[in-house]
């Protein structure tokens, strides 16, 4: 079972109904939806780090009604065979894939920065562990976990080895070449393919890549779908206002969901990172951590 840390001093967690306490009398209190918050101030970037409300709500309509079901089912897949006691999805968002893990894994924990997402997954599945917090400073102890899951969120690999028990796994699923590619046409005059491949050689020092899955699937998307995958990406926000409005003028749009599923198992032997209980996170893999990031579909 994985054990949740203080994020302050680093001590384990005891849990209480009301409240979460380490040893040193850090408290945490255990919000009405079922969520605890271990996000300190100076673990964020922004005042409210993380998705909005707005995307936030986008998403879980979207994912409801279905359009990345085959991506879900590739996952449970993917996961079953590895009969994990804990998993750690990193960047977790309002749950949606998370509570499907659950189903293939005795303990489950999902984790996200933004707290609007956190809540959403809290009230929704109350059968998981949900906590607000960064993936550059997991509150989690060493080698507890058996599976890491990445989905769309930036990749903090020292963290997510150290978490790890030896010969863990981790589970990273990125866009492929041609993952909305005529969504994006409508939007952007350049548009440049995903290349899931760059994620390889960051994992080669202590991880080895056990399978690679290339999914695709059509999506025929009326209204108001298109509207919220254009609400729950970036993309709509970096195109020009005028291309964003003519595309949400439009009833639909036929477009291709493509996506990368890679499979990775820390090395046997590969010494765990020095970072005990008591001891600061390692400084993260460059990138933001928590929500989904540029790369989400």
């Not at 020092?205 to 695709?216: D, G, M, N, P, Y």
Request: hydrophobic content about 40%; charged content about 20%; overall charge neutral.
């Amino acid at each position: 079972m994985a054990l949740i840390l203080c994020p302050l001093c680093r001590q384990p967690l005891q849990r209480e109904a009301k409240a979460w306490r380490c040893l040193r009398e850090h408290s945490f209190d255990v919000a009405r939806e079922g969520y605890v918050n271990l996000l300190p101030v100076q673990h964020k970037n922004s005042r409210d780090p993380g998705d909005d409300p707005q995307m936030v709500m986008a998403r879980r309509e979207f994912l409801q009604a279905g359009h990345y079901q085959p991506l879900r089912d590739a996952l449970l897949a993917l996961a079953a065979p590895l009969q994990s006691q804990s998993l750690l999805d990193i960047g977790c968002g309002e749950g949606y894939y998370t509570a499907a893990l659950a189903e293939v894994s005795a303990q489950v924990t999902g984790l996200d920065i933004a707290r609007p997402a956190i809540r959403v997954a809290a009230k929704r599945y109350p059968g998981v562990t949900w906590l607000v917090g960064s993936g550059a400073h997991l509150p989690i102890a060493d080698g507890t976990v058996d599976l890491v899951c990445n989905i769309f969120t930036q990749m903090h690999l020292a963290e997510m080895h150290r978490v790890l028990r030896p010969e863990g796994h981790v589970l990273v699923v990125t866009p492929a070449a041609g993952h909305l590619q005529s969504l994006r046409e409508q939007l952007f005059d350049e548009v440049h393919p995903y290349d899931p491949g760059k994620f390889l050689a960051p994992f080669e020092a202590q991880f080895e890549l056990q399978s690679r899955r290339e999914l695709q699937f059509p999506l025929s998307l009326g209204q108001p779908a298109l509207g919220h995958l254009l609400q729950m990406t970036p993309y709509a926000w970096k195109a020009r206002p005028e291309r964003r409005a003519a595309l949400e003028a439009r009833q639909g749009l036929e477009t291709e969901a493509a996506f990368s599923l890679l499979l990775f198992r820390r090395r046997p032997g590969e010494p765990a990172a020095e970072a005990g209980l008591g001891q600061p996170a390692p400084r993260p893999w460059p990138g933001r951590s928590g929500s989904k990031d540029d790369a989400e579909s």
